[in-house]
């Protein structure tokens, strides 16, 4: 597999990310549900000065048909990075898929 070189700005907004989860993990714990995670990761992104958005709405066209609120991401941050966020004990194949 060959892999893309990330630009200065993805790469930071990147660690941002994943220490902004970390400290939502660490503070937290698990057995939480979904959306907790994610008002709090939301606010670690803001914090340290990452505009991000809750819930995209991703129209898809079907037969068509345009349905504009057939999927949501649930965080964009800095329009850059689309986050998936799972609650769960053990990553599945059908996470994949939603990305």
Sequence with gaps: MEYISLSD????VGKIMVDS???VYKSLGSGLLENVYEVCFCHELTKRGLSNQRQVS?????DGIKFDEAL?????VEDLVICELKAVEAIKEIFTAQL
Excluded: C, G, N
Aim: glycine share 0%; proline share 6%.
């Design 21 to 23: 989860a970390y400290t």
């Design 9 to 12: 700005k993805e790469e930071t």
């Design 72 to 76: 949501r991401i649930d965080v964009l």
């Design 58 to 62: 991703v129209p898809i066209v079907y």
